[in-house]
C-alpha cells in the first residue's frame, strides 16, 4: 500500500517536469525585427515653361506674340513644350520683319491659313543649336503646321540658315535653349508655299554702291576749273615777257636801221 502510493507520486513528478520541458521547447521563437527599405523619391517634375511670359520680356516680338494668342496657336505650342517628350523649337520673327512685310500681305489670309503660317513657325521637337549640322542633311522638315509645311536648313560653319522658298532668313540669336524648349530669334516673317504658292518672285538685284564722294583734301571738278586761272597765271606773264622783248628787239632794230641811215 506504501509501495504503491510512493509509484504514484514518483509518476506524477515525471509527468509534471516533462510537461513542463515540453511547454519550454514548444514556446514560439521571439519575433525578428524586420528592416524597412526606404521608397526612392519621385524624380522632380520639369518646370513648367510660360512662352506668353518669356515672349512678352525676351524681346521685340509683341507682333507675333499677339498672332499667337488671337490664333489660339499659344495653347498648341505651350501643350507641346509641357505636355510631350518631344519638346518643342520656334522661331520668333521681330516686330520690326512684320512691318516690312509688303508683298504677299498677312491682311488677305483666312483665318486658318494665318493660324497655319504661325504653326509654321514651330518644329515639334526640340533642337539644340548643335542639332542644327545633322538636320541640314535630312532634307525638308516638317513643321507644326503639317506635312506640306515644310522647311529646309543649312549649317554654315555654326550659323543656321532657313529657307520656305519664299523667305531666305538666319538664325540672329537664341532667345531661350533649355529642354523641352527651344526659341530663336529670326529677321524674317516665315512664308510657306503651301500658301502663297510656288510662283516666287525673283529676288530683285541689289542696289549699286553710292558713289564716293572726294576726300576733303582733294580737289574737285569746280576747285580745279576754279584754280585754273590762278595756275594760268604764270604762263600769262610768260607770255607778257615775251610780248614786251619782242617790242624791245623791234625797237632797238628800228634805232639801228636809223643810225646807218644817219651815217650815209
Known amino acids: 500500500m506504501q509501495f504503491s502510493g510512493n509509484f504514484m507520486i514518483i509518476c506524477s513528478a515525471l509527468l509534471l517536469c516533462s510537461s513542463l520541458t515540453y511547454g519550454q521547447t514548444a514556446s514560439p521563437p521571439a519575433p525578428v525585427a524586420m528592416t524597412r527599405t526606404p521608397t526612392p523619391a519621385p524624380a522632380p517634375a520639369p518646370e513648367y515653361v510660360n512662352l506668353t511670359y518669356l515672349l512678352s520680356v525676351a524681346g521685340?516680338?509683341?507682333?507675333?506674340?499677339?498672332?499667337?494668342?488671337?490664333?489660339?496657336?499659344?495653347?498648341?505650342?505651350?501643350?507641346?513644350?509641357?505636355?510631350?517628350?518631344?519638346?518643342?523649337?520656334?522661331?520668333?520673327?521681330?516686330?520690326?520683319?512684320?512691318?516690312?512685310?509688303?508683298?504677299?500681305?498677312?491682311?488677305?489670309?483666312?483665318?486658318?491659313q494665318l493660324k497655319s503660317l504661325i504653326l509654321f513657325h514651330a518644329l515639334p521637337k526640340y533642337y539644340a543649336l548643335a542639332d542644327f549640322n545633322d538636320l541640314s542633311t535630312k532634307g525638308p522638315i516638317t513643321t507644326l503646321a503639317g506635312g506640306q509645311y515644310t522647311l529646309n536648313f543649312t549649317d554654315d560653319s555654326g550659323t543656321v540658315h532657313l529657307d520656305s522658298?519664299?523667305?531666305?532668313?538666319?538664325?540672329?540669336?537664341a532667345v531661350h535653349?533649355?529642354?523641352?524648349?527651344?526659341?530663336?530669334?529670326?529677321?524674317?516673317?516665315?512664308?510657306?508655299?503651301?500658301?502663297?504658292?510656288t510662283d516666287i518672285p525673283p529676288?530683285?538685284?541689289?542696289?549699286?554702291?553710292?558713289?564716293?564722294?572726294?576726300?576733303?583734301?582733294?580737289?574737285?571738278?569746280?576747285?580745279?576749273?576754279?584754280?585754273?586761272?590762278?595756275?594760268?597765271?604764270?604762263?600769262?606773264?610768260?607770255?607778257?615777257?615775251?610780248?614786251?622783248?619782242?617790242?624791245?628787239s623791234r625797237l632797238v632794230l628800228a634805232v639801228l636801221g636809223g643810225l646807218v641811215l644817219l651815217f650815209e
Not at 520668333?92 to 498677312?106: A, C, E, T, Y
Not at 522658298?165 to 540669336?173: F, I, N, P, Q
Not at 535653349?177 to 504658292?197: C, H, M, R, W
Open 60 to 112: 521685340p516680338f509683341h507682333t507675333f506674340l499677339n498672332y499667337l494668342e488671337s490664333t489660339k496657336v499659344i495653347d498648341t505650342f505651350q501643350s507641346q513644350a509641357n505636355n510631350t517628350e518631344q519638346g518643342i523649337t520656334i522661331f520668333i520673327p521681330k516686330d520690326d520683319s512684320f512691318k516690312g512685310l509688303k508683298k504677299p500681305s498677312l491682311s488677305n489670309l483666312s483665318d486658318d
Open 165 to 173: 522658298g519664299w523667305s531666305k532668313t538666319k538664325v540672329s540669336s
Open 177 to 197: 535653349s533649355t529642354d523641352p524648349v527651344a526659341i530663336y530669334q529670326v529677321n524674317k516673317v516665315l512664308l510657306p508655299e503651301a500658301i502663297f504658292g
Open 203 to 248: 529676288t530683285p538685284a541689289p542696289s549699286p554702291a553710292p558713289d564716293i564722294s572726294p576726300a576733303a583734301d582733294s580737289p574737285s571738278a569746280d576747285s580745279k576749273e576754279g584754280g585754273s586761272p590762278s595756275k594760268a597765271l604764270p604762263s600769262d606773264s610768260a607770255s607778257h615777257r615775251v610780248m614786251k622783248l619782242s617790242i624791245w
